[in-house]
């Protein structure tokens, strides 16, 4: 089995937010600073890659009729470690994200890839299919709130010590680029570039398909 092939599909062919669509509340909640969107894409990357390895662990010993709640009783647990560790550790990403980290328990990308993957494969693919997943959600969670925070206010990591001001300082952005329909039309625009990206790979593979088929003709009729 190639790890990496099933790692880079949670990056783009099957990313959480672009191309399938899960998960869109935090995207639309908390992705209005760099800051806020990478603490919760990390947050939903450690969750989603430790659940997928104790689901493939415990799989054999959950009975099919209850798996839903065993699988919500584990994701809960691990949304409540990781909330101690940030309050504990990193009280400012704690404040910042408060109430949204308890939601992560409820997001459809974590229990979907635990249905669909975890419960089907071993712990390693598992492990790897949680990492790629988890790192499309990050990436894709950072990737808006960059775009957000920079069309919004002209700065990047604003309100921390390694803020970036890229536009002047009297620059005067767009309010809407910092409230939630700002974060819907930014979502719909990667979705319609990652549809259109995604379309061109598959009309480019199946170029390739057919002029290999063409070769293989013409060898054939050439013997």
Do not use: H
């Amino acid at each position: 089995m190639n790890y990496w092939e099933i790692f880079k599909k949670g990056i783009f062919e099957m990313n959480p937010i672009f191309r399938l669509a899960l998960s869109l509340c935090p995207a639309l909640a908390v992705t209005s600073t760099v800051f806020n969107a990478l603490g919760m894409g990390l947050s939903v990357l450690v969750v989603i890659t430790a659940n997928n390895v104790v689901v493939s662990i415990v799989k054999k010993f959950v009975n099919p009729k209850v798996r839903v709640p065993v699988f919500i009783t584990i994701i809960a647990t691990i949304v409540t470690l990781i909330i101690l560790i940030l309050e504990a550790y990193f009280p400012a990403v704690y404040r910042e994200l408060g109430l949204y980290l308890e939601l992560i328990v409820v997001f459809a990308i974590i229990l979907a890839r635990a249905e669909v993957f975890a419960m089907k494969n071993g712990v390693v693919p598992s492990f790897f299919d949680g990492l790629g997943m988890g790192a499309g959600f990050a990436l894709a969670m950072l990737l808006i709130g960059a775009i957000r925070e920079l069309f919004g206010t002209g700065v990047l990591l604003g309100g921390t010590s390694l803020a970036i001001q890229v536009f002047p300082p009297t620059y005067n952005g767009p309010m809407i680029m910092i409230l939630a329909p700002g974060a819907f039309m930014v979502i719909g625009l990667m979705i319609g570039l990652f549809n259109v990206i995604g379309e061109y790979q598959n009309k480019q593979a199946e170029a390739k398909v057919k002029a290999g088929q063409q070769r293989a003709m013409q060898r054939s009729e050439a013997v």
